[in-house]
């Protein structure tokens, strides 16, 4: 309802992580980019079943790697509507660039009784060329 059109680049993980009953089976994760005019931009990060240990009313951190860079923390915050499977994480473009010259993204957050376990992306086809609005 709002005015525009929102824009994603999404890829799934190309790995696959087994969880404990009752979210048992393999599952990838999924990393979004949006940019919409009503919600801004994104960098959301789900899983398809499980429970990230994530608020949507307090930070958490996700730990983030690169290419073969040195891992980072980046802050991350639970959706609003406290489903347990997303996290938005924060500072878009320090994400967005550092991505934009990768070629894989490794992300690991804290899912309760499943520690921390690691999710790769394959971003080397990002194009940030088809994927930014036109102004």
Do not use: W
């Amino acid at each position: 309802m709002s005015q525009g059109t929102a824009h994603h680049a999404v890829v799934s993980s190309t790995n696959t992580v087994e969880f404990n009953f009752p979210y048992s089976g393999a599952q990838h994760a999924t990393l979004n980019l949006r940019t919409d005019p009503r919600y801004g931009k994104d960098v959301i990060f789900s899983i398809e079943r499980g429970q990230i240990l994530c608020h949507s009313y307090e930070d958490c951190t996700v730990l983030v790697r690169f290419d073969d860079e040195q891992a980072s923390n980046y802050s991350a915050v639970g959706a609003a509507d406290n489903s347990t499977e997303t996290i938005f994480i924060r500072n878009y473009e320090r994400f967005v660039g550092k991505m934009a010259k990768a070629k894989r993204v490794r992300i690991s957050t804290n899912i309760y009784k499943e520690g921390a376990p690691v999710f790769e992306f394959d971003v080397s086809g990002f194009d940030q060329n088809k994927y930014k609005p036109s102004k």
